[in-house]
């Protein structure tokens, strides 16, 4: 099956910026579309990003990252990443890298693989 390990989670300030990785193993990856959820404490799991994996990159973005944040992707070492800039402290959560084939979704239930999470904390 597919396997997704995360890292790169830690603690920063606001405005400061912080990369997460995903690796991604398990099957052909240009069949896949690759994305983030995040979920904070006392709310519910929501969409980040996404972004496919075949041909060239289409990214699609939540409105409250939109500006802020990127989802890079590098072929040759089957890892996405999540370019967090101008960090705020209500983008403390803990971020899920997910997968799913085909086309990319906002929907929680349309992912079949889930890393374990990382931890960002913003600070005041």
């Known amino acids: 099956q597919v396997q997704l390990v995360e890292s790169g989670g830690g603690l920063v300030q606001t405005g400061d910026s912080l990369r997460l990785s995903c690796v991604v193993s398990?099957?052909?990856?240009?069949?896949?579309?690759s994305g983030w959820f995040r979920q904070a404490p006392g709310k519910e799991r929501e969409f980040v990003a996404a972004?496919?994996?075949?041909?060239?990159?289409?990214?699609f973005y939540a409105d409250p990252v939109k500006g802020r944040f990127t989802i890079p992707r590098d072929n040759a070492k089957n890892t996405v990443y999540l370019q967090m800039n101008s960090l705020k402290p209500e983008d403390t959560a803990v971020y899920y890298c997910?997968?799913?084939?085909?086309?990319?979704?906002?929907?929680?239930?349309?992912?079949?693989?889930w890393g374990q999470g990382t931890q960002v904390t913003v600070s005041s």
């Open positions: 997910v997968a799913k084939p085909g086309i990319w979704s906002t929907e929680l239930r349309k992912y079949d693989y």
């Open positions: 398990g099957r052909t990856l240009t069949m896949l579309t």
């Open positions: 972004v496919n994996w075949g041909g060239p990159s289409n990214t």
